[in-house]
């Protein structure tokens, strides 16, 4: 079999995961991208690795190692994912930006709020 076929899969795979990543704000579907594009570069390795008749597996090995960081990475990545659905109702990406405090004490959610007072700075007389 030539190198080519399965480098031109993972093209395809590597360029689908990337169209999903820059095109979708659902934050699984970014997760799923991701895995996809990790998985073009495991195709690619293994198959340079039975290419090139490497005799220590070098491309096996990383192989092995790329799908353990994966496997780490979605499990870390899912587990915000549902924190941020559970809190927020949503897992839209553009909506995650509203997760950072204002300097007045008001969440960036709280359009209409009122700012906190200071206690502190105002003490009775």
């Given at each position: 079999?030539?190198l080519?076929?399965p ?7 590597f ?5 999903g ?29 039975v ?16 799908i353990a ?18 809190n ?31 206690t502190?700075?105002?003490a009775?007389?």
């Open positions: 079999m030539h080519a076929y480098a031109v899969l993972a093209v395809l795979l360029c689908t995961g990337l169209y990543v820059l095109a979708r704000r659902n934050a699984i579907l970014v997760l799923m991208s991701v895995e996809l594009m990790l998985n073009a570069v495991n195709l690619n390795l293994v198959a340079f690795d290419w090139l008749r490497d005799t220590l597996h070098a491309g096996q090995a990383l192989t092995l190692f790329t960081i994966a496997a780490a990475e979605i499990g870390i990545g899912l587990a915000i994912v549902l924190l941020v659905y559970r927020r109702g949503s897992s839209d990406i553009d909506r995650l930006r509203d997760l950072a405090e204002r300097p007045d004490g008001t969440d960036a959610t709280d359009h209409g709020a009122q700012p906190q007072p200071d502190q700075a105002e009775p007389a």
